[in-house]
């Protein structure tokens, strides 16, 4: 069975800053990989996905994530984070077999400070 | 375009009771799937429908149940409501079945479970 792993709970930074959010995968077969943003009472919005091809993917808001096959892994980056990315980030897998159900980590709280 | 929206925003029900929680697409999609979030976690896929049929499903007891009605919104119902079934119920439309359609999410039902 796939599962996801977010490797932080919480992590704190500072405004401008740059900041690493970690995701791993395990799954046997090809998969699929997103990065969703919820705000405070909010339901989920798409930061980026990877699908296939470049394995560097940009998405909203100045963020872009690596997919790396051989670690299972795709960390979200942002260069220089502001008070407005303050919010909750599930990483989410689904395979060719899921009929593009989503498996999600536990969700990274990232906390902006001025 | 209209996104998806979810009624009601807030509820709150007693332990045995039923409940109903009711999505409406995004406009042209015609696949929806329904996740539980709990506090804390990441949602938890609990089925999706695709033309009205169910057309997959995580692991839910059958007291989780679902409609998918000709203009694609759908309900979400639960039967003999136990206090573990408070979260936050999400519903994700998405255009066709399996990858790699993108899910679009409502703002999710709160339920509460006395």
């Known amino acids: 069975a796939q599962s996801v792993t977010q490797l932080d709970s919480q992590v704190p930074v500072f405004e401008e800053a740059p900041v690493e959010l970690r995701c791993n995968y395990s799954?046997?077969?090809?998969?699929?990989l997103f990065w969703y943003v919820q705000y405070p009472n909010q339901g989920l919005q798409l930061l980026l996905k990877?699908?296939?091809?470049?394995?560097l993917v940009k998405g909203i808001n100045g963020f872009e994530a690596e997919f790396n096959k051989s670690q299972t892994s795709f960390h979200l980056r942002k260069p220089s984070v502001h008070i407005s990315d303050t919010a909750e980030y599930f990483c989410?897998?689904?395979?060719?077999?899921?009929?593009?159900?989503?498996?999600f980590g536990k969700g990274t709280k990232l906390s902006v400070k001025p | 375009e209209t996104g998806v929206t979810q009624s009601p925003t807030h509820l709150i029900k007693t332990r045995g009771q039923q409940v109903t929680l009711r999505c409406s697409s995004q406009?042209?999609?015609?696949?929806v799937s329904w996740y539980q979030q709990a506090l804390g976690q990441g949602p938890q896929f609990i089925f999706q429908?695709?033309?009205?049929?169910?057309?997959g499903r995580g692991n839910f007891p059958p007291r989780f149940s679902g409609l998918q009605f000709p203009n694609y919104s759908s309900e979400l119902n639960v039967n003999a409501l136990e206090l573990d079934d408070s979260a936050l119920y999400l519903c994700?439309?998405?255009?066709?079945?399996?990858?790699?359609?993108?899910?679009?999410f409502g703002p999710g039902t709160r339920l509460t479970v006395t």
């Open positions: 994700a439309s998405s255009l066709g079945q399996g990858q790699p359609y993108e899910q679009y």
């Open positions: 429908y695709y033309r009205e049929e169910e057309n």
């Open positions: 799954s046997s077969v090809s998969v699929y």
């Open positions: 406009s042209g999609h015609n696949t």
């Open positions: 989410a897998v689904s395979d060719l077999g899921s009929q593009g159900n989503l498996i």
């Open positions: 990877y699908l296939s091809g470049s394995t």
